[in-house]
């Protein structure tokens, strides 16, 4: 039989005589141990649900990575094009781990109503788009026809673009584009509004047909701003693009265009940055609340140590080494952690559940980019974060259970 096992069993179930000052004790460890476990289950979720939340709108957008003219990255006055015919496509999409690449030709342009106009991106796609993500944000209407041999004269806005030039589904508007010291122009109607919370995409982008959009750049067939690429996995995109370099970067189309490679990090630097600065508020978070529940814990085994010292001095007169007194109340301890981190992911998780789908908690999207706290709930992550959090709790039991073995049995025999 464990001994200090079934001592510490048997104390935590309640034997013993008075408990009026531990039990409060107790209590107090225990809920400490709850509001820690929880803050940092719900910190790790909404953390990681915001970023890879963002992170999946910059890639909607922007793509993994793109493969382009090397001037047309170096600069954004003028886009030169490449030609993206199918041998290129099969090169790209042979790329170890890319999971889909696409065609796509921009150019800016106004678009004008009858009574507002308004400077915008005109983003042309062909049948090859992944319209995953933008079947996502649509709001109103439905996506476009693109194609990449006919004009469609359908056209994607932003609800940003809508409201300001008062916009509707099957509105008729007219864009114009400077081509060649000339303004030429085009009809269009929209045939859907999309919303991504994303400011620096809303405020400027449209989708439209990549024909249309190539045209007006005076490109003939083929000829394309550039191509995305969707990997699978986004942990590996650097290892992709790195493939993607030693492949393609300071090689030529069949025209002699050179081509060059950038990842979405380097078209958005700065909310990439943003986003790994919450990584360190996790952290920070994470090492308080472990503070909180280690303070608690050994605050709570100090006193139970205290109103027990009658007890272990009996102990040590029966011929118990303070060892095995030191597991006894370890065990105990252990046994307040292990149900207060029940309980913690009990209300830890319960709470992400309820953000998740009935997202309670509300942000401002011009900020945040999203309209409501995301939460992501990742179960081997919540694991790891459980055993780390029982070691460190278990660990620093150690040093305030040697107190222990400072307790005479003469001393507590001769008090009783």
């Known amino acids: 039989m464990n001994l200090p096992y ?15 000052v531990s039990r409060p004790a ?17 910190s790790v979720c909404v953390v990681l649900g915001f970023k890879h939340t963002v992170r999946d709108k910059i890639v909607g957008f922007d793509s993994h990575i793109i493969v382009s003219n090397y001037m047309t990255l170096q600069t954004t006055d003028q886009s030169q094009p490449i030609v993206a015919d199918d041998s290129l496509m099969k090169v790209l999409g042979g790329i170890e781990g890319v999971r889909h690449v696409q065609r796509y030709a921009q150019k800016q342009g106004v678009l004008k109503t009858d009574s507002d106009f308004l400077g915008v991106v005109f983003k042309g796609v062909g049948e090859d788009f992944d319209t995953t993500f933008m079947s996502q944000c649509l709001v109103e209407g439905k996506l476009p026809k693109f194609s990449a041999v006919k004009s469609t004269k359908q056209l994607l806005v932003s609800k940003t673009m809508a409201d300001k030039l008062r916009l509707k589904v099957g509105s008729k508007c007219t864009a114009y584009f400077m081509a060649n010291d000339d303004v030429k122009l085009r009809p269009f109607i929209v045939a859907g509004i999309y919303q991504s919370n994303m400011g620096k995409f809303d405020d400027v982008m449209c989708l439209a047909d990549i024909y249309t959009v190539g045209k007006l750049c005076g490109w003939g067939n083929n000829e394309v701003t550039g191509c995305e690429l969707r990997i699978g996995d986004f942990d590996s995109l650097e290892i992709v693009a790195d493939h993607i370099i030693d492949k393609v970067n300071k090689t030529e189309d069949c025209e002699g265009h050179p081509l060059s490679s950038l990842t979405v990090y380097d078209l958005s630097p700065q909310t990439f940055s943003w986003l790994d600065l919450l990584d360190l508020n996790v952290w920070i978070i994470l090492v308080l609340m472990l503070c909180v529940a280690g303070f608690t814990i050994v605050s709570g085994l100090l006193i139970i140590i205290l109103e027990r010292t009658s007890m272990i001095g009996l102990m040590k007169a029966l011929g118990a080494r303070n060892s095995v007194v030191r597991r006894t109340f370890r065990w105990l ?13 009990v209300l830890g998780i319960g709470l992400c559940l309820i953000q998740k789908y009935f997202g309670v908690v509300k942000l401002d999207a011009s900020v ?11 179960i081997p992550l919540i694991i790891l974060l459980n055993v780390a959090t029982l070691l460190i709790t278990v660990a620093v039991l150690v040093l305030p259970s040697y107190y ?13």
Request: charged letters at 15%.
């Open 6 to 20: 079934y001592i510490a069993r048997h104390l935590y179930k309640g034997g013993g005589r008075s408990q009026n």
């Open 26 to 42: 107790v209590r107090i460890a225990m809920l400490g141990i709850v509001i820690g476990v929880a803050v940092m289950i719900a």
């Open 333 to 345: 301890a252990l046994f307040i952690v292990i149900k207060g981190m029940v309980w913690g992911n």
């Open 368 to 378: 945040y980019y999203v309209s409501e706290a995301p939460v992501e709930i990742n």
């Open 404 to 416: 222990i073995s400072w307790i005479s049995p003469a001393k507590t025999m001769r008090v009783e």
